[in-house]
């Protein structure tokens, strides 16, 4: 299992994305090639943003809380 290396760092990798999603490795693709997930690339390497994560998150918690019919906090 990889552990995210830095918690201060401001991008992680896609393996570590995956752990603080809670996700596999594969799925963190997924969200990147269907444009759910934002990333950069530098040379080969795939980077996502701490705060993309955060952002992806709270996009997934305001869907569910409208799909459920739950009232969104502003």
């Keep these: 299992m990889v552990?995210?290396?830095d918690p201060c760092s401001i991008l992680v990798r896609p393996e570590e994305a995956a752990?603080?999603?809670g996700v596999g490795r594969s799925t963190v693709f997924e969200l990147i090639a269907c444009?759910?997930?934002?990333s950069?690339?530098?040379?080969?390497c795939r980077r996502i943003e701490?705060?993309?994560i955060a952002a992806f998150i709270a996009r997934q918690?305001?869907?569910?809380q409208r799909d459920t019919g739950q009232r969104v906090a502003s």
């Design 35 to 38: 444009g759910d997930l934002a």
């Design 61 to 64: 918690r305001n869907a569910d």
């Design 3 to 5: 552990l995210p290396r």
């Design 19 to 21: 752990i603080l999603l």
């Design 50 to 52: 701490r705060e993309e």
């Design 40 to 44: 950069i690339k530098i040379g080969r």
